[in-house]
């Protein structure tokens, strides 16, 4: 770059540039990455942290070059803007892996509090007044998880972080009673899942600082990933199922249900409803409206409608 001459040389340091800091600090720190699969999740949030920090070191290596190589800065920050992606797939794949990292050994904790699930009672006389103990459990790690990160991570990364993991909590929730261990469950089992999925709205309430421009913009925002959880649960609850297939009730209320799971979760739940809904003894035929709306849905889903 001390080279005094008319060679336009930026174009071919910058290119090196992005070689050294795309590939061989990309690729020495995803490296480094795999061996720190067994670290705990603390450690591991300080890398992904780390990661902002060592995308402003390239930021300014860009600025420097330019600057030792005669380009104006604002010439060089107007290429910034008008190649935003190229530049910031310099440390892409190591960002990347820090955080998937991360988001691995935090769904291995969720795993292990998703043990509790069996305590659920599915076929309960009651519905439990708090519900389950495994999401009052995932709850408390989650508000320490989030009061920690906050110290720690960027807050795009915090955020993205959260919504994995929440994300993770729906689909081992719909997972669970699509599951064979799961063979019937009544309504009041229903009901303490709605109570469970209600702890973690909550908790979504509670980090929309975090999100959007709103309060009310980043609750919404944060409860995303608890949609296809919370349709299941109002589809079960509703007085008629079989709205579901109503196409645009289904793309209004129900988008992120798949309609083979519901067929095979409503069955499940059809077979308990049997006592559930019946009437005593020998007085009046009238089938409950719920149960004939929900035997519907079940056939006609069958059928392939």
Same mark, same amino acid.
């Not at 340091?13 to 720190?36: C, F, H, P, Q, S």
């Given at each position: 770059?001390?080279?005094?001459?008319?060679?336009?040389?930026?174009?071919?340091?910058?290119?090196?540039?992005?070689?050294?800091?795309? %590939?061989?600090?990309?690729?020495?720190?995803?490296?480094?990455?795999?061996?720190?699969?067994?670290?705990?999740?603390?450690?591991?949030?300080?890398?992904?942290?780390?990661?902002?920090?060592? %995308?402003?070191?390239?930021?300014?290596?860009?600025?420097?070059?330019?600057?030792?190589?005669?380009?104006?800065?604002?010439?060089?920050?107007?290429?910034?803007?008008?190649?935003?992606?190229?530049?910031?797939?310099?440390?892409?794949?190591?960002?990347?892996?820090?955080?998937?990292?991360?988001?691995?050994?935090?769904?291995?904790?969720?795993?292990?509090?998703?043990?509790?699930?069996?305590?659920?009672?599915?076929?309960?006389?009651?519905?439990?007044?708090?519900?389950?103990?495994?999401?009052?459990?995932?709850?408390?790690?989650?508000?320490?998880?989030?009061?920690?990160?906050?110290?720690?991570?960027?807050?795009?990364?915090?955020?993205?972080?959260?919504?994995?993991?929440?994300?993770?909590?729906?689909?081992?929730?719909?997972?669970?009673?699509?599951?064979?261990?799961?063979?019937?469950?009544?309504?009041?089992?229903?009901?303490?899942?709605?109570?469970?999925?209600?702890?973690?709205?909550?908790?979504?309430?509670?980090?929309?600082?975090?999100?959007?421009?709103? %309060?009310?913009?980043?609750?919404?925002?944060?409860?995303?990933?608890?949609?296809?959880?919370?349709?299941?649960?109002?589809?079960?609850?509703?007085?008629?199922? %079989?709205?579901?297939?109503?196409?645009?009730?289904?793309?209004?209320?129900?988008?992120?249900?798949?309609?083979?799971?519901?067929?095979?979760?409503?069955?499940?739940?059809?077979?308990?409803?049997?006592?559930?809904?019946?009437?005593?003894?020998?007085?009046?035929?009238?089938?409950?409206?719920?149960?004939?709306?929900?035997?519907?849905?079940?056939?006609?889903?069958?059928?392939?409608?």
């Amino acid at each position: 770059m001390s080279h005094d001459g008319q060679l336009d040389f930026y174009p071919i340091v910058k290119k090196y540039l992005d070689r050294l800091l795309g %590939e061989v600090v990309d690729g020495a720190i995803t490296y480094a990455l795999l061996r720190l699969e067994g670290s705990g999740v603390s450690q591991t949030m300080q890398v992904a942290a780390n990661m902002l920090v060592m %995308e402003r070191a390239c930021d300014f290596f860009f600025r420097h070059a330019a600057q030792l190589s005669g380009i104006p800065l604002r010439i060089a920050e107007r290429g910034r803007k008008e190649f935003p992606l190229k530049i910031n797939l310099s440390q892409k794949k190591s960002r990347d892996a820090a955080e998937e990292l991360l988001l691995r050994l935090l769904e291995a904790k969720l795993d292990d509090f998703m043990i509790l699930t069996d305590t659920v009672s599915w076929m309960a006389d009651d519905p439990p007044p708090n519900g389950n103990e495994y999401a009052n459990e995932v709850i408390i790690y989650l508000e320490t998880l989030a009061s920690t990160a906050q110290q720690i991570l960027p807050i795009p990364v915090l955020r993205r972080v959260l919504y994995g993991v929440l994300a993770q909590v729906s689909e081992k929730i719909v997972g669970l009673v699509l599951s064979d261990s799961v063979k019937r469950f009544n309504a009041n089992a229903v009901t303490g899942i709605d109570a469970d999925l209600r702890l973690f709205e909550s908790f979504a309430d509670n980090q929309s600082h975090l999100f959007g421009d709103t %309060e009310d913009s980043g609750a919404s925002e944060l409860k995303m990933p608890l949609l296809e959880a919370r349709q299941l649960v109002n589809l079960l609850m509703s007085n008629h199922p %079989e709205n579901f297939l109503n196409p645009v009730i289904r793309e209004t209320s129900y988008n992120k249900l798949d309609c083979k799971k519901v067929a095979t979760i409503s069955e499940k739940f059809r077979d308990s409803s049997d006592r559930l809904f019946s009437t005593f003894g020998t007085r009046g035929s009238k089938q409950n409206p719920k149960k004939k709306s929900l035997d519907a849905l079940i056939n006609r889903l069958k059928d392939g409608s």
